[in-house]
């Protein structure tokens, strides 16, 4: 099946500054990336996604941006709030289908 | 407007009983998909089931592990004779179909213990 690969495991920012995640896959196939936010003892939450058409996405403070020649992409969130602390995973679709690979997830620290 | 419902929340099972973990999709939703996920381990998908069919299995284990998503009613994932490895955090999706069919809304999930 697909890799996904997640950097950084874990991140630490403080308030107000970025956090930038990336992800890289191997699938050629895929065209789907969704990017997907677990706070502890919940379900994972959809916040944003991109598809293989297009090269990046922004909704507010979070924006996502897709290199298909190079297989990666990227989560950036500007201007952190303490409530964006959480486990962040990327996801991609694998042989053409509706199946989601995850990423291992990136633990997002902002403090105050 | 409920998201998508598990339950029970909480499962405790001894080594050798059977596991049945439900899922209600989103109203207006047709497709589900279980993921399994493991501590400080991303989610594993497993299966993906339209209402009455079996789309995409190849993430479930060959044997004890099965899935059903009938006509009427919620979405079940059966474990048979569980072992300690079967203990992990089991979430449902679900997603609308047609063009947004890519789209993923996963519920709370089912923490499964197996003691």
């Known amino acids: 099946g697909e890799n996904v690969e997640q950097h950084p495991s874990t991140l630490s920012v403080q308030e107000g500054d970025s956090a930038v995640i990336k992800c890289t896959y191997s699938?050629?196939?895929?065209?789907?990336f969704p990017w997907y936010k677990q706070e502890l003892g919940k379900g994972p939450q959809l916040i944003i996604d991109?598809?293989?058409?297009?090269g990046e996405k922004k909704d507010q403070r979070i924006a996502v941006t897709l290199n298909k020649t190079a297989k990666h992409f990227s989560l950036h969130i500007t201007e952190t709030q303490p409530e964006d602390s959480a486990v962040y995973f990327c996801a991609a679709t694998e042989n053409s289908g509706y199946a989601l690979n995850f990423g291992k997830g990136t633990s997002l620290l902002v403090t105050p | 407007n409920a998201g998508v419902m598990q339950n029970p929340r909480h499962l405790v099972r001894r080594r050798g009983q059977e596991a049945r973990l439900r899922c209600s999709p989103m109203?207006?939703?047709?497709?589900v998909y279980w993921y399994r996920q493991l501590p400080e381990e991303g989610l594993k998908f497993m299966v993906y089931?339209?209402?009455?069919?079996?789309?995409?299995e190849s993430g479930m284990p060959k044997e004890r592990f099965s899935a059903e998503f009938p006509k009427e009613g919620p979405s079940i994932l059966r474990i048979q004779q569980v072992v300690r490895g079967d203990s992990a955090a089991y979430f449902c999706?679900?997603?609308?179909?047609?063009?947004?069919?890519?789209?993923?809304?996963f519920g709370p999930g089912t923490r499964l213990t197996v003691t």
């Open positions: 109203k207006g939703h047709s497709h």
């Open positions: 089931l339209q209402k009455e069919n079996i789309i995409d």
């Open positions: 699938d050629s196939a895929s065209n789907y």
């Open positions: 991109i598809r293989s058409n297009v």
């Open positions: 999706a679900s997603s609308p179909g047609g063009t947004y069919a890519y789209e993923q809304y």
